[in-house]
Structure formats: structure tokens, C-alpha cells
């Protein structure tokens, strides 16, 4: 059973730093693509960034910049390294990661206030 587990969220001040980390178990292939989404309460879940095998990326708009998006491809592991947060990134972030179908983590919370 494939399995995708978050962590590294948390609460930080507007400014801060977090790293969040995903770690794929339960299946042998490493993920075609892998990616972080986040959802805020009353609003549709949005992609925040994705990473391919072949380390191709694509970013959201409002994170460009200031998230980074990495993954470790043996370990099915990505990492979303968060700098100079806002208030506005405040939400519950998913892991997934995409082979034949998408895989989903149970999310972490990150709350971006002073």
C-alpha cells in the first residue's frame, strides 16, 4: 500500500522559514512527478509547486521566488522549502505524488502569524 507522509509544518512569524518534508513508502518505483498543494479554509485546494523525475518544476505564482520545490528520487522523498512567508500561505499542505495515479499524504498545517 502506497503511502505519502508529510511533516515540518508548523507555526512561524510573517518572514520566517519552514521546511516541509514528504517521504513515499510501499511501492519500489520512484513517482513520475511529485508536488506540494495547499488549501485554506473555504477555498479550493491549489497546486503550489511540482517537481518531474527529471527535475523539471513549476511553481504557482504566488510562491515564486520564495518556495523551493526539491525531491531526493531513491528515497521517494520532496521537500518544499518556504522563505519569506506570508500570512496569506497559511494553510494545510499536501503531498503527491503521481505514478499511474495520484497518491496523497494526510497534510501538515503551516500558520504563517505574529
Known amino acids: 500500500q502506497v503511502q505519502l507522509v508529510e511533516s515540518g509544518g508548523g507555526l512561524v512569524q510573517p518572514g520566517g522559514s519552514l521546511r516541509l518534508s514528504c517521504v513515499g513508502s510501499?511501492?519500489?518505483?520512484?513517482?513520475?512527478?511529485m508536488a506540494w498543494h495547499r488549501q485554506s479554509p473555504g477555498k479550493q485546494r491549489e497546486l503550489v509547486a511540482s517537481?518531474?523525475?527529471?527535475?523539471?518544476?513549476n511553481y504557482a505564482d504566488s510562491v515564486k521566488g520564495r518556495f523551493t520545490i526539491s525531491r531526493d528520487s531513491p528515497k521517494n522523498t520532496v521537500y518544499l522549502q518556504m522563505n519569506s512567508l506570508k500570512p496569506e500561505d497559511t494553510a494545510v499542505y499536501y503531498c503527491?505524488?503521481?505514478?499511474?495515479?495520484?497518491?496523497w499524504g494526510q497534510g501538515t498545517q503551516v500558520t504563517v502569524s505574529s
Open positions: 517537481i518531474t523525475g527529471q527535475r523539471s518544476t
Open positions: 510501499g511501492t519500489i518505483f520512484s513517482f513520475n512527478e
Open positions: 503527491r505524488g503521481t505514478r499511474l495515479r495520484d497518491y
